[in-house]
């Protein structure tokens, strides 16, 4: 379908889903698009497209998209696109994998907000252990990561997760915020 619709310059409809606390897909939004390119990135493929409604490109997880339909109405130039005037720049665009480290995974605990289990099912996938708490706004989150990348993935979301286990990954990230401060 996403072929077709770029072939014949027309824009695509379909139901954007996010993970939710059950770790399943639910509707996140409704989405209106025109189709440019698939690319592949850390080992999963994304639609790059232009959303009229954002007025942006948007990068939309392929296998996150259900419902999706050829819509009838002509395709928006890229080079109408903000930031694409000149076309797509894949050097821009491509990335090498993030957080390749050879230490052996062990289990992390941490706390966070239940919105977040979206992000932690997208960087580690479905064999997690999610436990709610007697705050609604609060989720305990268990998996097996290597310390090494999990130090690093919690600093990039460092507003929303708070580590509790081990104690050694605990204080590591406290001595990196202590040098941040200094900073």
Do not use: C
Not at 13 to 21: A, P
Not at 32 to 60: D, E
Not at 92 to 97: E, L, N, P
Not at 126 to 141: G, P
């Amino acid at each position: 379908m996403v072929d077709i619709a770029i072939e014949e310059g027309k824009q695509l409809q379909y139901d954007y889903n996010k993970y939710g606390m059950d770790k399943q897909l639910h509707k996140s939004s409704f989405q209106r698009v025109t189709p440019y390119q698939l690319i592949l990135h850390n080992q999963r493929y994304y639609l790059m497209a232009y959303s009229g409604y954002w007025g942006n490109m948007v990068f939309h997880r392929l296998d996150r998209i259900s419902n999706i339909r050829l819509y009838d109405k002509p395709a928006h130039p890229i080079r109408e696109v903000p930031g694409y005037e000149s076309g797509i720049d894949y050097k821009k665009i491509a990335s090498t994998m993030p957080y390749m480290y050879t230490d052996e995974p062990e289990r992390i605990e941490f706390s966070t907000e239940p919105w977040m289990v979206d992000q932690i099912i997208d960087w580690f996938g479905k064999d997690i252990a999610v436990q709610k708490t007697d705050d609604e706004n609060v989720v305990i989150i268990s998996l097996w990561a290597s310390p090494n990348a999990m130090e690093h993935w919690a600093m990039q979301y460092i507003n929303y997760v708070e580590i509790t286990k081990p104690a050694e990954l605990r204080e590591k990230i406290k001595e990196n915020l202590k040098a941040a401060e200094e900073k």
